[in-house]
């Protein structure tokens, strides 16, 4: 089977995500469609899936036009897709997430979930995939959701298997075992289409690959002669430095000490176990590991989000472990939280007002309980112009912002006055190249400056060069601290995993 | 066009299409005519209704003065349902707050001997008092325990309901030689003056001061939310709760300071209706003047000015509707129709879009609701 | 979904055993110093001829001291897995004292009590059924009041014009009606449910309300004057002692409710539309994404609920009353509303919650023959309260249907 897109353009208002793309995939291959965020890869797959409608042009199935009104069109006509963020129902099981839409069913339309379990076995044991069909969703790791999100799309017998943005989850080991059940979908006479902004990834698992910037297919590659940073310069549009410009830390004194943390859930599930390490001033301390480990929780609870259960943190000599958010904000800690839509922005208030969403109650922009509007209004002005956040009137509410020039504002905040400790969660997560870059100067800028900052991500490469001393965690501890610059990926990747590299002494 | 016009513009056209089916269930429930194929009388009796709804509302310095006399409770209950919702909570207790506040303001006002000057801002206090503690009972019940305010504040308006019932008939408020819920009058030194003083011994112009409070609070309320830190905390919770939380804000407390704040205007509105309007209370005092505030506050999308405008449409739909009942066979309840139908294609721009082929793009309402969790 | 290194008792189930711990503490306060006041002996009738006694004093000592103990026992060491037994137990201790206390020297009929609390509970129940056949496909539904105001407007005037069978189906329509209203407004044209909730409610109340002074006062005998059904033995079931005139010899109504919840129950968690049902009230996408038509279902799904809360509303006229009064429903939608929450969602667990609220309500009216001191406007409020207990003390432990409330876009 051979699958065409023909001349894909989609509109929404202000923007043209897609503008006039070409692309096709046949069984027994697998296309690699590579471009940063917000070049209109999401877009593009919604389009091929019928969950959008395209303006213009046309969708070949062996060459024979076809339209898609729904996801069911899609699934009829052999396509399957994973989506970046997994469409299962979280308190549902394994089972009964794989044959929603496909039910089996007895008598009076009651679900034979037998049979729903049967499926799922077969499937499973047919790939390897090691499912357990009783298993609840919320109960499973991300790794295993994805497993599951595979067996769903394979059950309905998928001919063109979409992957988007399949790894930003997964361990460096779990990578190498998606891309084994990837060749082997291709075996068993699959097309894939693979989502992504890894460059690494797209070069190790693709026969061909597609470069999509702003819209629009600006090149086509073979991995075989292709080199990262040509595909790179496509993807970006300019030359890009793929590693972060800064010089050798000079440590000085303890800034952020952690001592025998431990956090735990209401429901009495552990989620931060006992972890020790300490932040100095004038170095990048990395928190790296797989998400869901509980580095959110770990943040949350420095950041005093959340209570710790038992332990002490001690910032600068003062111990703020029962410190509320505000009283550590003003011991100096500045906080860029992982979700910047969901804590670090009021999306619907206005750029002035979300940069002081954290500050209004500082002595410039407040006396008593008056606001002083027209200082934040003043300060603002300053604030973009000085951080490049690409906005017509500071007035406008946060949600008319990019991703990139929203963190911006929420970077611009945090760092903008005298501060002793950055604690960055995933400070880059979402934002295009030129934004990614700004944030990682911005970041050794404070280090330089004579800061102590804490930098949590999930992806390996960002942590690695940006970090002075990198830690990782897994379920809940921290189970390496080590240099970057001595360890090689596959090392810290086995830590993920919650192994440790042969020979290694932590 | 600009936002404001446009929004205007939906407005009116949503009260247009509101009268519209109004009309038509006063026409089909017109039985008797239409039994006798009598078309045109039914129709009639639309025009005489219509036409009592406008001057009963506007037609004189009475019916003007009814208006404002209707406005005024529901002025400053619609700003207890719309401060609350600028902080993310559905206040529907309105209801019980105004009893609260009724309560306490005209013990006040009857248990002193004062100085007017002295007496009624002192009731005035009480009665903002009174809502704000009943009004902040959900706060705490949500901040503790997680429990919805839209069902902790229906269940506190029947709880206050007959504990009301059940003060007015006590020794300290029972009126001597009644035995129903009917409470003593409020010293003459606590009752806010009518608002057409000047007009001489008018007696049937029923404005009171109130409206002035009601103005004030609607100042209040827009200083609140533009000019303190206060105002910026219950918007940026009511926005994003977990934003706020991580800007430090304390959010659960700011859940019972809001509905505080809601409580004590929907006080006021009970203590001015107590003290401007009857100058005692009964168990109705506080009538669906609650319920009313709801429709008044979406309509008014929750803004100062938004509350005042709708307050007084709803105040002279009411004022309107009690002369087109004395006009025509068509009952007051007809008023309650009319607000759902406004409330239903104010909050549905898109239906009022497609009816009145209105081009260009559509504001959404917003969304009032976040869920059933804590 | 986070990996667990294991798993020990935090901060807040303490807090939450400690409170319940202080719960027992105020019951057992409760006993020793209220339930001990009056004497005698209280005689709760349970058949035609048959009753026990309960000396009032006694039992308010006794409970009194063993809640006390229960208290100690919660505090120093909680009861695990049986806490909840425990919880359960002591209510029902309790409130056993406080019908003794109540009815010290005097007698009352238990069996027809609790017969009473069964009746009441069916519009509160299918109300609930109504709200939860909505919220678990995703949409909140604030309307049940006037789903079941309209209907028993509606269902009056059907029933006194024709005969019960076509009064009822009128009421269902109605609440079809309505609850089309809602579909239309929040599916298609997106409004925000609550609003559009409390719109059909405003506007139920209002127009029954115009339509009762308008049409129904003037027409009383002939469009608002029926003959309520009678109850039906069932045979043999009935005849079980105590149980049986309390679960067995009731109304139709009575009995499409209990068949109402099994079906629902069975519905939503053994069949193929169950299992969609709920997967667009957690999560749309996910279902929308494997080609389930999200809205469609929702439209299905609410006229049902619709329906439900229709048969709900035709109870008052055609189930007991025999009329249509204004505002006759009286806010018992939004006790169902509690009951969806207080059973989390769950048929049974609404049932359940709808036998408590009419309970209190049943109590109320037997209680006040008796002079106990309590005014009777106390005694009226007990629903309210008994809610606000429940869901204050509930709600933190259940788990709403995650999409209710949003609007779900398939473009």
Partial sequence: MKFELRGITKRFPGVVANDGVNLHVSTGEVLALIGENGAGKSTLMNVLYGLYRADEGELLIDGKPSHFSSPADAIAAGIGMVHQHFMLVPVMTVAENVVLGVEPTGRFGSLDIDEARRMVREVSDKYSLELDPDAVIEDLSVGVRQRVEIVKVLMRDAKIVVFDEPTAVLTPSEILEFFEIVRSLVAAGRGVIFITHKLKEALSVADRINVLRRGKVVGEALPKNTSESQIAEMMVGRAVQLVVDKTEAVPRESMLDVRNVTVVEPDGRVVVDDVTFEVRVGEIVGVAGVQGNGQTELVEAIAGLRRAASGSIVLGGRDITTDSPRERHEAGMAHIPEDRQRQGLVTDLSIVENLVLTRYHDSEFSSGIRMKWDVAKTRAKELVAAYDIRTT????????????????????????????LAVAAQPTRGIDVGSIEYVHAQIV???DAGRAVLVVSTELDEVMSLADRVLVMYRGRIVADVDPKKVSHMDIGLYMAGSRPSGAVA | MNDTLKSLRFTLLAVVAALFVSAFIIVITDIEALGNGDFGKALSTLGTAYWGLFKGSF??????????????????AGLAVSSAFKAGLFNIGATGQMLAGAITGLWVGFAFQLPPLLHVPLALVASAVGGAAFGAIPGILKARTGAHEVITTIMLNGIASFTVLWLLKTELFKREGRDDAISKFVEDSAKLPKLFWFMGKRIDLLAHTGFVVALLATFVFWWLLRKTTLGFEMQATGLNQEAARYAGMRTKSLMVVSMAIAGSFAGLAGGTEVMGLYGYASATVAGDIGFDAIAVALLGRSTPIGTLVSALLFGALQAGGRQMQVDTDVPIDLIIVLRALIVMFIAAPLLVKAMFRVKGEVKSFGQTFRGWGG | MTTTQGIVISAEQRKRARSVGITYLVLAAVCLLVFTRRAGDAGFKIGESSQFTLPAQGFGWALGIVLVAVAAGQLLRGYG???NVVLALATAAFFMSFLAWAAAGDSFSFVGMLQDTVSRSVPITLGAIGGILSERSGVINISIEGMLLAAACTSAIGASLTNLWIGTLVGVLTGVALAAVLAVMSIRYKVDQVI???????????????????????????????????????PLLADIPFIGQILFDQTIFVYFSFVAVALATWGLYRTKWGLRTRAIGEYPRAAGTLGVDVNKLRYRNLLLAGAVAGVGGAWWPIGIVGRFDQNITNGRGFIALAAVIFGRWHPVGALCGALV????????????????????????????????????GFIGASRAPKAAGQVYEDQ
């Fill in chain 2, 59 to 76: 037609g004189s310095l009475r019916a003007i003065s009814n208006t404002i006399t209707g406005a005024t409770p529901l002025l400053l």
């Fill in chain 3, 81 to 83: 897995k049986l806490s």
């Fill in chain 3, 357 to 392: 609220f009419a309970l209190s309500e049943a109590v109320r009216l037997k209680i006040g023959n008796f002079d106990t001191g309590i005014p009777s406007e106390f005694l009226i409020m007990a629903p309210y309260v008994v809610t606000i207990v429940v869901v204050a």
């Fill in chain 1, 393 to 420: 009137d500071p007035a406008q509410p946060a949600s008319t912002l990019s991703g990139g020039n929203q963190q911006k504002v929420i970077v611009a905040r945090e760092l903008s006055r005298e501060i002793r």
């Fill in chain 1, 445 to 447: 800028k404070e280090r």
């Fill in chain 3, 196 to 234: 559009v909730g409390f719109a059909i409610n405003f506007f139920a109340l209002g127009v029954t309300s115009f339509v009762s002074f308008r049409v129904l006062v003037p027409n009383r005998d002939t469009m608002n004057n029926l003959l309520p059904v009678m109850p039906i033995r069932i």
